[in-house]
T-cell receptor, first 114, second 109 residues
């Protein structure tokens, strides 16, 4: 049973560019959450998608946007990259409803902005 | 917003020693989750605590949620190199999870 898969695993961009990260949730899960983890910090909640809609959003600017597809997979887009966007981006999936916060995480996409 | 403070920030122990990691919340905890992260990888779910006074164990790891539900501790008995990693506590917030900064555990053989 495949868990959460993320791609790409590593990428390097320059300031001002745009990036798209992808996530496939664990089989049977319908909710996807995205987190940003800077070096030495805990994951910071970006947003959550359920039924192809953004349901919750953390304290991140509009440069961060996302999408969920009918097959529950999701994308995270970041526009106008800043040096401070360098981080590990984690995708987590769950089933909406009671127990929804037992999250299954992917291995992450490490973004470096030069 | 709810903040989770973890202590210590880092911990180095000799293999075989016991250790405790603490997680303190500024608000009442309605669901407290412990995850483990290997460096640069995703988080692995360890345990979930929901009731004040609740205690759960898995192998040599025990987690407790205090009666007032504002603090949790994670205790590892007879630590092994496989226990090394970053331990993160997380709390429910309206259908999403907020995390502490983590405790980095090193176990010396």
């Amino acid at each position: 049973d495949a868990g959460v898969t993320q791609s790409p695993t590593h990428l390097i961009k320059t300031r001002g560019q745009q990036v798209t990260l992808r996530c496939s949730p664990k089989s049977g899960h319908d909710t996807v959450s995205w987190y940003q983890q800077a070096l030495g910090q805990g994951p910071q909640f970006i947003f959550q998608y359920y039924e192809e809609e953004e349901r919750q959003r953390g304290n991140f600017p509009d440069r961060f946007s996302g999408h969920q597809f009918p097959n529950y997979s999701s994308e995270l887009n970041v526009n106008a990259l800043l040096l401070g966007d360098s981080a590990l981006y984690l995708c987590a999936s769950s089933q909406y409803g009671p127990g929804a916060n037992v999250l299954t995480f992917g291995a992450g996409s490490r973004l470096t902005v030069l | 917003s709810q903040e989770l403070e973890q202590s210590p920030q880092s911990l180095i122990v000799q293999e075989g020693k016991n250790l405790t990691i603490n997680c303190t919340s500024s608000k009442t905890l309605y669901g407290l989750y412990w995850y483990k992260q290997k460096y640069g990888e995703g988080l692995i779910f360890l345990m979930m605590l929901q009731k004040g006074g609740e205690e759960k164990s898995h192998e040599k790891i025990t987690a407790k949620l205090d009666e007032k539900k504002q603090q949790s501790s994670l205790h590892i008995t007879a630590s092994q190199p496989s226990h090394a990693g970053i331990y993160l506590c997380g709390a429910d917030k309206m259908n999403d999870m907020r995390f502490g900064a983590g405790t980095r555990l090193t176990v010396k053989p």
